[in-house]
């Protein structure tokens, strides 16, 4: 192992006891891999479940930043760290269920519903959770798609099949970067049918964030499907927000931005869009948007 390895290593170490010493406790218990953030003071808080994408792991920045803004947060990992499964061709929302009733009882949490934020692949995990897990009552999408996507979700007697690519339409770029953004298969085609999430389901309510430059995969398209389903169905439970020349990766308000990096499912860069002021100013409105929406739904709650 070299030098630089070993410096990443006692860096994000470093960066792990920073966090769990200022805001809480790492949690290990019946698989659950997860770190809870807390706010200061006695509660009670809204809970939130936050989640990221492929890339796998525990990703911890946006729960701490939420935590410090008054909110009881649980990082969750689902893949591809320590003991949970290497890969997600084959996910059970009973673990993720687990998570929200672990959150949802705690002490300091004002319940019963807790909410859920996700980005990428954890976007449509929290559209999910909301669609078939009913304490979960908030869902903020980011980037997210309105199929369940890549692996197979499994919960009680009911499998969404995962939402599948066509390698051939991956355009490789002058930069010697990759355009994915066409290789995600349409919702919509028959052949997918059994992707779709059933939103029209859900009681709770979602928040849809789209990016109208990402070049992860056809945000505006899953995001305007959805939309078209709950209305369909007589539901208006939900938010959009949409951002021009805004990419795939909108991170809370004041983070770099990333137009591009190494794609953990590809095995190569990738692009993920956006132009950086127009990207960076969305950043900046989106951040108190989500928090107000989730204290919307969460801070005046009735018994469920």
Same mark, same amino acid.
């Given at each position: 192992?070299?030098c630089l390895?070993? /410096? ?18 790492w ?5 659950l891999?997860?770190e809870?953030?807390?706010? @200061? ?21 946006r729960?701490?930043?939420l935590?410090s ?6 990082a ?5 760290y320590?003991?949970l499964? @290497?890969d997600?061709?084959n996910l ?5 269920e687990?998570?929200v ?28 959770m ?7 009552i908030?869902?903020?999408s980011i980037? *997210? ?8 979700l ?9 939402l599948g690519?066509?390698l051939?339409?991956?355009k490789f770029?002058?930069s ?9 298969n ?24 789209v990016?109208e ?11 305007q499907?959805?939309?078209?389903r709950?209305?369909e169905? *007589? ?5 959009? /927000?949409?951002?021009?020349?805004s990419g795939?990766l909108l991170?809370?308000a004041?983070?770099?931005f ?5 794609h953990?499912l590809?095995? /190569?860069?990738?692009?993920?869009? *956006?132009q ?13 948007r989500i928090q107000?929406f989730?204290?919307?739904h ?7």
């Amino acid at each position: 192992m070299g030098c630089l390895e070993v /410096l990443k290593i006692a860096t994000w170490k470093y960066t792990l006891d920073f966090l769990t010493k200022m805001y809480g406790d790492w949690f290990d218990i019946n698989n659950l891999q997860a770190e809870q953030d807390n706010p @200061k003071g006695d509660g009670p808080f809204p809970g939130i479940i936050d989640m990221y994408g492929s890339n796998g792991g525990v990703v911890e920045h946006r729960a701490s930043l939420l935590a410090s803004r008054g909110f009881l947060t649980l990082a969750l990992a689902y893949f591809g760290y320590d003991d949970l499964p @290497k890969d997600f061709d084959n996910l059970n929302l009973e673990y993720f269920e687990e998570a929200v009733n672990l959150l949802r009882h705690h002490s300091k949490v004002k319940g019963p519903g807790v909410g859920a934020i996700g980005i990428s692949k954890g976007g449509d995990l929290v559209l999910s959770m909301t669609t078939f897990i009913p304490h979960v009552i908030a869902a903020v999408s980011i980037g *997210g798609c309105n199929a369940n996507t890549l692996g197979n979700l499994h919960y009680k007697n009911i499998t969404l099949s995962g939402l599948g690519i066509t390698l051939d339409r991956a355009k490789f770029c002058e930069s010697n970067l990759i355009d994915i953004s066409e290789m995600t298969n349409n919702p919509k085609d028959e052949e997918n049918k059994d992707c779709i999430i059933p939103l029209e389901k859900a009681e709770g309510h979602f928040l849809f964030v789209v990016g109208e430059d990402d070049k992860n995969w056809n945000t505006p398209l899953f995001a305007q499907q959805a939309v078209e389903r709950l209305k369909e169905n *007589g539901k208006n439970n939900y938010e959009i /927000l949409t951002y021009p020349e805004s990419g795939h990766l909108l991170e809370p308000a004041y983070f770099p931005f990333c137009y591009a990096s190494f794609h953990r499912l590809v095995g /190569l860069p990738v692009i993920w869009g *956006g132009q950086m002021k127009p990207h960076s100013i969305a950043q900046i409105d989106l951040w108190p948007r989500i928090q107000r929406f989730l204290r919307k739904h969460l801070e005046k709650q009735s018994k469920l």
